[in-house]
């Protein structure tokens, strides 16, 4: 079944980060179209750097802001901002956005020498609209989609489910995924005039956990929402560490690969911002160490039934944590700061 338009409310998608940084390769072509261009970061490196791939929202451009770019160029990331139909609105319009895609990914592994990009590495990124073309790409069974980060994603596009749905493209094989969220769960589902509504829903994001769950992947995915609220969002504030983590996976023994019992541990709030409590029966005398997202300990101190860790301090991101008596680890997993 057609619809005439499938992403009807699809909002003008821009926030302001920061000002834009001039492109080392700006309008470069991939295609014969004028819509078919890109902008090219590179970062300075004597071997071939991973790169992030990034399309933007409706009614976007190619640019990206400062603090970003600067981030990624200086840990070694390159960036390919990517243009295709500024707006995608109806089912024509997306496969147009999927199959622009198809041939930038192309001209970008073809290409890849002249850049010095690793095409083992990349890193597939998109906001709003930007999601919704990088979609099926992102998903398809590939050892060199190593991450996949995306803002404000799949918004509308579950309405005809006899054309498609995201959940159709997820695969055993699905790379690590995080997707971050301006807004509340349900904000989809208020009216119009409700100053909450945002077609955005951490909800649609919450299927794609679902789905990876139901797959037995759910190691793999992170969803983060609420974002917007109270604050200015960043949609980039936990891509770096993201990056850095896929694209060197290994953890320390013990900090994401020890299978625990975690039955009887409770830690609030997760997402948390100015602390961190755990709560679990434990008698004999015991330790909690927490990890940052590069698996570096940042603290270590002794543990009892239950403990609140002051994280003021803590940049936000994704921390591991491990509590552990003279035998074995009792618990372990991740949290979140916002």
């Known amino acids: 079944m057609k619809i005439a338009k499938i992403i009807f409310f699809l909002l003008f998608q821009v926030f302001l980060t920061g000002v834009s940084f001039a492109q080392d390769f700006a309008g470069v072509k991939y295609g014969t179209e004028t819509r078919q261009f890109m902008d090219i970061w590179i970062a300075p490196s004597t071997k071939p750097t991973p790169v992030y791939l990034h399309a933007h929202g409706n009614g976007g451009d190619t640019s990206m802001p400062t603090t970003i770019v600067s981030s990624l160029k200086s840990n070694g990331i390159s960036i390919v901002a990517w243009e295709s139909l500024t707006s995608v609105n109806t089912e024509a319009q997306i496969q147009t956005g999927w199959d622009d895609c198809e041939l930038m990914y192309a001209w970008v592994k073809a290409n890849a020498a002249t850049y010095n990009f690793d095409t083992t590495k990349f890193i597939i990124g998109g906001q709003s609209r930007g999601s919704i073309i990088s979609w099926r790409y992102a998903q398809r069974p590939n050892p060199n989609n190593v991450g996949i980060y995306m803002y404000n994603a799949l918004p509308s596009v579950w309405l005809d489910p006899t054309w498609w749905l995201p959940t159709y493209d997820i695969k055993v094989t699905a790379p690590p995924i995080f997707l971050v969220y301006q807004n509340a769960p349900g904000c989809s589902t208020l009216t119009p005039t409700d100053p909450n ?87 004999e005398p015991a330790a909690i160490i927490l990890f940052d997202f590069l698996s570096r300990k940042i603290l270590q101190q002794p543990f009892t039934s239950s403990t609140t860790i002051n994280t003021q301090q803590f940049k936000n991101g994704i921390y591991f944590y491990q509590i552990m008596n003279s035998k074995s680890i009792i618990a372990n997993g991740k949290v979140i700061k916002y």
Request: glycine content about 6%.
């Open 197 to 283: 509504y945002n077609i955005h829903d951490p909800n649609y994001g919450y299927r794609v956990m679902d789905r990876y769950t139901s797959l037995g992947i759910g190691d793999r995915d992170t969803l983060i929402h609420s974002i917007g609220v109270n604050k200015v969002p960043d949609p980039f504030q936990y891509l770096l560490q993201f990056a850095l983590k896929v694209i060197q996976p290994s953890l320390p023994m013990g900090v994401n690969s020890i299978a625990a019992d975690n039955s009887n541990l409770k830690v609030l709030p997760d997402p948390f911002s100015n602390h961190l409590t755990f709560t679990i029966s434990e008698n």
